[in-house]
């Protein structure tokens, strides 16, 4: 008997063949005589641990592109410490026009139509997808009754924002403008109430658009309630602002339908210096349905306006005419 085989005087072990003239590989001696794998390998067997694992390590942070939706104030102060960005306050009541100024600015800059400007950059397309998206339905050859849909917040206590950056083709220099789209019942709550804890951002605001609809300014029984509510809403800015006097821009929309008399804008302009507040007026017309006035009409003046902005520099030397009696160094000895 060899090691490989149990009956008496096999040596398939050497030979291979089996004494019994079996089949080696099914002979019930020889299989019966080899030790089971668990009792001669289980200790000596070592488990690969790289079996089955993936090929490459998984990284710490899988890619994936940004939202686009609106941004959150968190999101504007971190874009804000690294560049400069034009913040703007956008207030009007609820069909005023706010919403349909911000989806025309976004259209017409994805067709190079901004006189002006250029398109250069935005961490919010799919929010401007989102609001212009009434202006790219059409039936049967028809507008929509309306472009623009209802401003409605994920968050009612926090603005979100749009977010463009524009390069002036005069120049090629590069603006950045964080825009809010902000439903009108917030301005409403500001003129009832003095409710600003949802609008405390207007206090960094560059520029403020005091959004009005110039339908409403034209009719004859509307108007005087409209007034009245601008002239309320600039108190509560200047209030809000502790004092100060931010840049107003007064926007009056639907300038392919009616333009608004000198005369009335002069009561706006009257309700406004009560406050101790200046605006400058820009018509504006998102949409037109009038072959004469075209759609976006004055939408690049109110970007212009929005972003430059005149500063007066004081003369570094200024000449003026010594007193005869003045003890000052330019009088000295002049009369030598």
Request: aromatic share 6%; hydrophobic share 40%; proline share 7%.
């Amino acid at each position: 008997m060899t090691n490989a085989c149990q009956y008496e005087g096999c040596t398939v072990g050497e030979t291979g063949r089996c004494a019994l003239e079996k089949d080696p590989d099914i002979c019930p001696n020889r299989i019966g005589s080899q030790p089971a794998q668990s009792e001669t390998d289980a200790s000596s067997m070592v488990v690969d641990s790289s079996i089955g694992a993936p090929v490459l390590a998984r990284p710490e942070e899988m890619p994936s592109f940004p939202p686009s939706t609106t941004l959150g104030l968190e999101a504007v102060e971190r874009m804000m410490a690294a560049k400069y960005v034009t913040i703007v306050g956008i207030l009007g009541d609820p069909e005023a026009g706010k919403t349909a100024c911000l989806a025309s600015i976004y259209l017409l800059l994805s067709h190079a139509l901004l006189d002006g400007w250029a398109f250069a950059d935005s961490q919010s397309l799919m929010a401007f997808e989102e609001i212009s998206r009434g202006a790219r339905r059409w039936n049967e050859g028809y507008p929509p009754e309306q472009m623009t849909v209802h401003t409605e917040m994920a968050d009612e206590r926090q603005p979100g924002f749009l977010h463009l950056r524009l390069r002036r083709e005069t120049d090629g220099k590069c603006f950045d403008l964080a825009l809010p789209d902000l439903p009108g019942e917030w301005t409403k709550t500001l003129i009832r109430s003095s409710r600003s804890d949802r609008l405390e951002f207007t206090r960094s605001a560059d520029v403020i658009w005091l959004v009005a609809d110039g339908r409403i300014l034209s009719d004859r029984e509307q108007r005087q309630g409209a007034i009245t509510r601008l002239g309320q809403l600039a108190g509560r800015l200047r209030s809000l602002m502790n004092g100060l006097s931010p840049k107003l821009l007064l926007v009056i929309t639907h300038r392919d339908v009616v333009q608004v008399s000198d005369a009335t804008i002069d009561r706006v302009r009257s309700e406004f210096a009560k406050h101790q507040l200046e605006a400058e007026i820009i018509p504006i017309a998102p949409f037109s349905d009038d072959n004469i006035v075209k759609p976006g009409l004055g939408l690049s003046n109110l970007i212009s306006s929005t972003l430059e902005r005149v500063t007066v520099q004081p003369a570094f030397w200024p000449t003026s005419t010594p007193a005869p009696s003045a003890r000052s160094f330019l009088s000295f000895r002049r009369g030598i």
